[in-house]
């Protein structure tokens, strides 16, 4: 795939070169908006604006809604205000709320002037709920049925208005006041008798959402039950707009993407690693750096304070594998816990059970690593001459102890973050990895000290 749109992007520009505009547009318009709007970005930007205006024009659309904001800026701006307004009116409402919001002032001002009357209300709607929300997720484009219309005169509607709704495999039925009651798919309209009512082939008990319901919910109860689209209502279950599986796809992804940075112990972005700017990306991972460098300094306390008996009995050179044992062992439990909570797998209330499974499994880990030692030291012992039992005694039980502790606070770290009301990520393998060092270290010069002295 990357060398064939290499080998485009080479024909484009050839084609540009000698001014063969047609045949750009018979090579475009045979290929995905999805691609198209890749290909764009490959290209230099003063090339795009007649690029572009050589797609037909629900193409253009639908290729335009793909494109990286960084492209649909500079297309607007050399827009006129018959391109933009043409642009506007093919493509659907939650995706120009999404181009607004990503979008300077200057361009938002320009672009609520070109939109309908009746569009720019509906714009303003869905900006007035909260960000992470299920109302600022939907859009208004639907397809509403009556209870008392035959199969037939529903599809007569679907066919009169669904070109301009963003689905119509799921038609909505409500009441005059907008009441929701029932849902209907296309595939049972089709396959019902034509004088078949709606009231007797809807489903009268629809999956819904608040428009105030977390868009992280939203796109859970559209993966659980394998929904095209999911209804959002009002306090008073009045319909007012749908989630799209196309939006439920995208929270899916920013979610996954945000985790992965907080686990790594990175501020979250939202702009590909590519386009995001050196000081950009440097904000993003000083402060977790900076927070876990200084957090260290319990570590150097500890070494400072038992330093005497570290070296006394030859112990140094075993802090590398200890701390390092403790960290891929707390890592181990908080990444599996983590993924349960955000799969919806375990709540708090499971939190004994969940520390019962994981004090047993890092016991058996715990002695197999101790063991796993013990016989590491025989054997390194016996070919250099040296070995001394105690201080193999005393590295294994710390590893025992380590490992035991370590699985503990892995699990139990995600739970209460989510608790308290932190997002349970944060608790991952940077912070876990710091706090364990500390904790190892002084289990083992504790125990260096029991036993040795």
């Known amino acids: 795939m990357e060398e064939k749109e290499i080998d485009i992007i080479e024909k484009i520009n050839a084609l540009l070169l000698l001014k063969k505009y047609s045949e750009i547009r018979d090579l475009l318009i045979e290929m995905n908006p999805v691609d198209i709007a890749n290909l764009f970005s490959e290209l230099p930007m003063n090339r795009l604006p007649v690029l572009f205006r050589l797609l037909p024009k629900e193409l253009g659309a639908d290729t335009f809604v793909e494109m990286e904001p960084e492209t649909q800026e500079h297309l607007i701006k050399g827009f006129s205000d018959n391109e933009l307004k043409e642009v506007l009116e093919e493509i659907y409402l939650d995706d120009t709320v999404d181009l607004l919001e990503e979008m300077p002032a200057n361009v ?4 609520l002037i070109n939109s309908e009357p009746e569009t720019r209300k509906q714009i303003n709607e869905i900006l007035k709920y909260p960000e992470d929300s299920a109302g600022s997720l939907m859009t208004t484009e639907y397809v509403s049925l009556r209870r008392d219309m035959t199969a037939y005169e ?7 208005t669904g070109i301009d709704k963003e689905t119509i495999y799921t038609c909505y039925v409500t009441k005059s006041n907008r009441k929701l009651i029932g849902i209907v798919t296309a595939r049972s309209l089709l396959l019902a008798e034509e004088d078949a009512l709606i009231d007797d082939i809807m489903n009268d008990k629809p999956i819904s959402v608040n428009t105030h319901t977390d868009k992280e919910d939203v796109a859970d109860i559209i993966q659980k039950y394998d929904l095209i689209a999911l209804p959002v209502v009002d306090d008073e279950n009045r319909l ?5 599986i196309d939006d439920a796809i995208d929270v899916i992804k920013e979610e996954a993407t945000e985790d992965i940075e907080k686990m790594a112990g990175m501020l979250p972005s939202d702009k590909p690693y590519l386009r995001t700017g050196v000081f950009e990306t440097w904000k993003a991972r000083i402060p977790w750096l900076l927070f876990l460098m200084l957090s260290a300094l319990f570590t150097q306390l500890i070494i400072t304070h038992f330093e005497a008996t570290l070296t006394l009995f030859s112990l140094s050179a075993f802090i590398p594998m200890i701390t390092g044992t403790a960290g891929n062992s707390g890592s181990q439990s908080s990444v599996a816990v983590i993924r349960a909570l955000s799969l919806g797998e375990i709540e708090f209330k499971n939190t004994f059970r969940i520390l019962f499974k994981e004090v047993r499994v890092a016991f058996f880990c715990g002695l197999t690593l101790a063991v796993a030692n013990m016989i590491k030291a025989l054997i390194q012992g016996a070919i250099q001459g040296n070995f001394v039992f105690s201080t193999s005694l005393v590295v294994s039980i710390t590893i025992l102890i380590t490992v035991i502790i370590a699985k503990i606070v892995g699990s139990l770290l ?17 912070l876990i990895t710091t706090v364990l060092d500390s904790v190892s270290l002084l289990v083992f010069a504790t125990i260096a000290v029991l036993l040795l002295y």
């Open 154 to 160: 529903a599809l007569k509607r679907i066919r009169r």
């Open 108 to 111: 938002v001002k320009r672009i």
């Open 240 to 244: 007012v707009g749908i989630v799209t």
């Open 414 to 430: 995600p739970i209460l973050a989510e608790k308290i009301g932190f997002d349970p990520a944060v608790m991952a393998s940077p």
